[in-house]
């Protein structure tokens, strides 16, 4: 199609069906995507690589070994990040989430480089969850990262395991043992050895019990360094 053409086609959709901002519903320019600019002004930046003491890396200090800790956001109760994973989890914008991950893996390209990570790894959803959405927003963050910063995808690596009805009458304590048991390694060892370190993707790290899991089943398998990237961190 006819660039032109496609240009005045979509101005005309837009002044039909306007696009709001995520942030504050205003209607969006042409040239501003997802969120207006004073919205992405308003973005709270995390750059918690860029701090000595880094509020995201503490939250593993004990825990398990992490080389860098990178967050994009810093999510609040209520607020703009709030916005943004509302409407990628909930009202299924995956463009958001993609492009997103694209922004922060320009970001953070140049420290990846140097850190030497050559595997980016999604955390896997729970498969009824999956099932559910239709999608692992996680994995769509990680789909961006690699665009920008052409470090291979490798979240098939990885899978979430399928726990038994039987799971339901154990005790709260051997659930929360379960919940350090949960991924298995779905890739011949001989071939994710083959990634020296590996940058594990999550949407929101509160906690951190699930990056932690994941990091203890890849390190129990592989001699692999880790570092992790959440699209937003709520401390
Ligand atoms: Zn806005």
Request: aromatic residues 6%; glycine residues 6%.
């Amino acid at each position: 199609m006819n660039i032109d053409l496609y240009g005045m086609i979509k101005a005309f959709m837009q002044v039909l069906f306007p696009i709001g901002c995520i942030g504050c519903s205003k209607v969006l320019l042409e040239q501003e995507q997802h969120l207006c600019l004073n919205c992405q002004i308003e973005l709270p930046l995390a750059n918690f690589h860029h701090q000595v003491s880094n509020p995201l890396a503490k939250t593993f200090w004990g825990r398990v070994s992490i080389e860098q800790a990178f967050a994009f956001l810093i999510y609040k109760k209520a607020g703009l990040t709030k916005s943004i994973i509302q409407a990628i989890k909930y009202k299924g914008n995956k463009q958001l989430a993609i492009d997103l991950g694209k922004s922060y893996g320009n970001q953070i390209k140049e420290e990846l480089k140097q850190l030497g990570v050559n595997g980016i790894i999604a955390v896997p959803l729970h498969p009824k969850r999956a099932k559910k959405r239709g999608f692992n927003q996680s994995e769509l963050i990680v789909q961006g990262i690699a665009a920008v910063t052409q470090i291979q995808n490798i979240s098939s690596c990885v899978k979430r395991k399928v726990h038994t009805s039987t799971q339901t009458a154990k005790s709260r304590i051997e659930r929360w043992e379960n919940v350090l048991d949960i991924y298995e390694i779905d890739m011949p060892l001989l071939e994710i050895s083959q990634h020296h370190h590996f940058l594990l993707v999550d949407d929101v790290i509160t906690t951190g019990a699930t990056i932690e899991s994941l990091a203890k089943t890849l390190q129990q398998h592989t001699n692999c360094k880790i570092s992790i990237a959440a699209l937003a961190f709520a401390p």
